[in-house]
Nanobody
Framework: QVQLVESGGGLVQAGGSLRLSCAAS????????IGWYRQAPGKQRELVAY???????TYADSAKGRFTISRDNGKNTLYLQMNSLKPEDTAVYYC??????????????WGQGTQVTVSS
């Protein structure tokens, strides 16, 4: 199993910054991709960014140029640095990880989510 715990959400004014963290535990060596989704009220969950085991990064258009995804392998922690925040970034942010079981079955784990609220 891979367990994920997010932290770092909160209330910030438009134009401000926040850094989200996601601490991973368990079969972290089997993670192929780890990243962030978000879900705003009344909307579907959408991909924000992810990083592969080879450190390749992918961003949603809405995140490009403002958000930076990174990780500290020694701490098994993923980060999302969010700058120039907008009210439309308000959402619950979820960490996710795609990993493989001992029998090579692909699985996905989710964190519990952390609320980000951007005031105008």
């Amino acid at each position: 199993q891979v367990q994920l715990v997010e932290s770092g959400g909160g209330l910030v004014q438009a134009g401000g910054s926040l850094r989200l963290s996601c601490a991973a535990s368990g079969r972290t060596f089997s993670i192929d991709i780890i990243g962030w989704y978000r879900q705003a009220p009344g909307k579907q969950r959408e991909l924000v960014a992810y990083i592969s085991s080879r450190d390749s990064t992918t961003y949603a258009d809405s995140a490009k140029g403002r958000f930076t995804i990174s990780r500290d392998n020694g701490k098994n922690t993923l980060y999302l640095q969010m700058n120039s925040l907008k009210p439309e970034d308000t959402a619950v942010y979820y960490c996710f990880a795609d990993w493989r079981s001992g029998t090579n079955i692909p699985l996905r784990s989710w964190g519990q989510g952390t609320q980000v609220t951007v005031s105008s």
